[in-house]
């Protein structure tokens, strides 16, 4: 009698203990989830995907040492918190996680890009850094055989240009021969080509019966200042002349301060918002002003800031 006392004891003893290790298992689920959430948006950053995939692969091990535990595996609510974590593990080794991180290198190296006036590599990161966003975007049960093909074909290409997903079988090295540039890319390369030809003459005149490029910096008596070419100075005196106004519009003296900058005002023309991008030269000035397009109608406006 006092043996199975003592055995049914024990019995409860493991299985209070087994109820506590389950408990763990669950903490871990709850908390490996949103983690794991974070790698299917498509906004994901840098150290999103970076804290992810540290946190995830932890998880799992500290859930299979619970689970290796007596009686854990066996456990009738074991299999619940098991498939939080699968999920988890599962979409930290899918395509949506080399995705992203491609996305992020994109990025990176677009903007780099972009600082030194590569264009086919500012295009061409750019266009695989959207590729990669609205292909997690995707819905995951809506993925179909084409999606996944356009998964394969963009992170080959970003390999061929040197940016690595750094997944499972990650290469580390460029793929040796001609990378490969996308028509579409290399059209919009050579459009860049064409505007920046044009641009090194300086920035467009703002009078809209002109625009020629190489407009000088001028000034009125009440200080404000605008882009206008030589020949449409005397036009513009001439027009305040007829509406009124004393015709005081002039060349800035000595003109643009070598230490000056030029900012160009990008502006949503049917909409609210706005971002300024700060140049060194007049010619990058008007460059980004015919390149940049953050808004459906945007326009700009280039102003000159002079260095405190
Ligand atoms: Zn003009």
């Given at each position: 009698m006092t043996s199975s006392l003592d055995q049914w004891r024990a019995n409860a003893r493991a299985a209070e203990e087994t109820g506590r290790q389950v408990r763990r298992l669950y903490n871990i689920a709850?908390?490996?989830?949103?983690?794991g959430h974070l790698l299917a948006?498509?906004?994901?950053?840098?150290?999103?995907?970076?804290?992810?995939?540290?946190?995830?692969?932890?998880?799992?091990?500290?859930?299979?040492?619970?689970?290796?535990?007596?009686?854990?595996?066996?456990?009738?609510?074991?299999?619940?918190?098991?498939?939080?974590?699968?999920?988890?593990?599962?979409?930290?080794?899918?395509?949506?996680?080399?995705?992203?991180?491609?996305?992020?290198?994109?990025?990176?190296?677009?903007?780099?890009?972009?600082?030194?006036?590569?264009?086919?590599?500012?295009?061409?990161f750019t266009d695989i850094e959207q590729r990669c966003r609205n292909?997690?975007?995707?819905?995951?049960?809506?993925?179909d055989r084409a999606d996944r093909e356009a998964s394969d074909s963009v992170l080959a290409l970003a390999a061929q240009w040197g940016l690595h997903h750094g997944g499972p079988g990650a290469s580390n090295r460029a793929i040796s021969g001609e990378p490969a540039v996308p028509h579409y890319v290399a059209h919009e390369v050579a459009r860049r080509a064409e505007i920046r030809a044009r641009c090194t003459a300086g920035i467009r005149c703002t009078r809209n019966a002109c625009l020629e490029y190489g407009a000088v910096w001028a000034e009125d008596s009440t200080g404000?200042?605008?882009?206008?070419?030589?020949?449409?100075?005397?036009?513009?005196?001439?027009?305040?002349?007829?509406?009124g106004f004393a015709p005081t519009i002039r060349p800035v003296p000595d003109g643009v301060p070598a230490s000056a900058r030029y900012v160009v005002f990008l502006?949503?023309?049917?909409?609210?918002?706005?971002?300024?991008?700060?140049?060194d030269t007049a010619q990058e000035a008007?460059?980004?002003a015919e390149t940049m397009r953050p808004f459906n109608n945007t326009g700009h406006h280039i102003r000159v800031a002079l260095a405190r």
């Amino acid at each position: 009698m006092t043996s199975s006392l003592d055995q049914w004891r024990a019995n409860a003893r493991a299985a209070e203990e087994t109820g506590r290790q389950v408990r763990r298992l669950y903490n871990i689920a709850y908390r490996v989830a949103p983690i794991g959430h974070l790698l299917a948006s498509p906004d994901a950053t840098t150290n999103d995907v970076a804290y992810a995939t540290a946190r995830i692969p932890r998880a799992v091990s500290a859930a299979a040492r619970i689970l290796a535990l007596p009686g854990v595996a066996d456990h009738a609510e074991t299999p619940y918190a098991r498939s939080f974590i699968n999920a988890a593990e599962r979409t930290l080794k899918g395509t949506s996680t080399r995705l992203l991180i491609t996305a992020n290198g994109a990025r990176a190296a677009a903007a780099q890009a972009a600082h030194e006036r590569d264009d086919l590599r500012s295009v061409l990161f750019t266009d695989i850094e959207q590729r990669c966003r609205n292909l997690v975007a995707r819905p995951r049960d809506r993925r179909d055989r084409a999606d996944r093909e356009a998964s394969d074909s963009v992170l080959a290409l970003a390999a061929q240009w040197g940016l690595h997903h750094g997944g499972p079988g990650a290469s580390n090295r460029a793929i040796s021969g001609e990378p490969a540039v996308p028509h579409y890319v290399a059209h919009e390369v050579a459009r860049r080509a064409e505007i920046r030809a044009r641009c090194t003459a300086g920035i467009r005149c703002t009078r809209n019966a002109c625009l020629e490029y190489g407009a000088v910096w001028a000034e009125d008596s009440t200080g404000a200042h605008v882009f206008l070419c030589l020949s449409c100075i005397p036009v513009e005196n001439a027009d305040r002349v007829a509406r009124g106004f004393a015709p005081t519009i002039r060349p800035v003296p000595d003109g643009v301060p070598a230490s000056a900058r030029y900012v160009v005002f990008l502006y949503n023309g049917s909409g609210r918002g706005g971002e300024e991008v700060s140049c060194d030269t007049a010619q990058e000035a008007q460059f980004v002003a015919e390149t940049m397009r953050p808004f459906n109608n945007t326009g700009h406006h280039i102003r000159v800031a002079l260095a405190r």
